[in-house]
């Protein structure tokens, strides 16, 4: 019956009814109170009712992460895949969240099957690593990212985190080599700058990580995580009843040069060991 049908056989003026809004709009709206309520089962069956209405998959995915119920987002991601297959950043956050719950050996299929499907994504390479990592399979880990940055080489993630593999097993000279080389790379990307610098204070250089981060500083006003690694540089350099120089200096001129590479082997060397890493790694 139409809205006009039902103010005549009522006398309603049409003013006085309410909007009647499309089947999916309101079945969208059903999926919030569901997923609020824990009911996940009916949610997902409200949703499969939509098809490949993303707005209302994004809705529900909206809720979850407001509601940080992992394992749930996972099970909610991973139906969102079976319609829309095609998109690199659910099959993401279907395979972290995967990660998160289940595991890395769990993870690590999906993060394979995402860089057979999305080869040109840092993000699915960088994923397995972390996997890599988290399941004690340091070797393959950095194999991986050595492997992640001869393909895609301009992406400052997989850079970052090949230093970091080195960081976290304790090996600082080579991390600090490996930062450095990001630093070169990607000159406006303080991160780089503070691993060399946290590299060079664990290697007990507390004066040149100190100098580093002013630099830093100077090059990246209140960049947030530059005054935490100060003070604990500060404070190693205590420790280890090292005086820091603390004047203030200009490093305008450094800043406007090319970015020092004297932690870095010569260039050939350089490439050699992106695509092969060093040994001594």
């Known amino acids: 019956m139409t809205q006009q049908a039902i103010s005549a056989e009522h006398d309603l003026a049409p003013a006085e009814l309410p909007p009647v809004r499309p089947l999916e709009h309101r079945s969208a709206d059903r999926i919030e109170p569901l997923l609020q309520d824990g009911d ?20 529900g995915l909206a809720i979850l992460e407001r509601l ?38 769990a993870g690590m299929p999906l993060w394979q099957a995402g860089i057979a499907q999305f080869p040109n994504e840092p993000e699915m390479r960088r994923g397995l690593a972390v996997a890599l990592g988290h399941a004690g399979r340091r070797d393959e880990q950095d194999a991986a990212l050595a492997e992640a940055i001869r393909r895609l080489p301009d992406s400052p993630e997989l850079h970052l985190a090949w230093a970091e ?38 290697l007990g250089q507390h004066q040149d990580a100190y100098v580093l981060l002013q630099v830093t500083e100077q090059g990246f006003p209140g960049f947030p995580q530059t005054a935490p690694l100060t003070a604990i540089v500060r404070e190693r350099a205590e420790q280890a009843g090292a005086t820091l120089n603390e004047e203030p200096q200009d490093f305008s001129a450094l800043l406007q040069s090319e970015p020092a590479s004297s932690l870095l082997p010569p260039a050939s060397e ?9 040994p001594r790694d």
Do not use: Q
Request: hydrophobic share 40%; charged share 30%; net charge negative.
């Open 40 to 59: 996940l089962a009916s949610a997902l069956k409200e949703a499969d009712a939509l098809g490949a209405n993303r707005e209302a998959w994004d809705r």
């Open 165 to 202: 593999c080195a960081a976290e097993r304790g090996d600082f000279g080579t991390a600090a080599e490996r930062y450095e080389r990001g630093r070169s790379t990607f000159p406006d990307s303080p991160p780089f700058y503070l691993g060399v610098a946290d590299m060079l204070s664990r």
């Open 68 to 105: 940080d119920d992992v394992p749930v987002i996972a099970a909610w991601t991973a139906a969102m895949r079976t319609y829309f297959p095609e998109d690199a950043r659910l099959a993401a956050a279907n395979a972290w969240t995967t990660t998160h719950t289940d595991g890395p050996e």
């Open 270 to 278: 350089t490439e050699t060991s992106v695509a092969e890493p060093d």
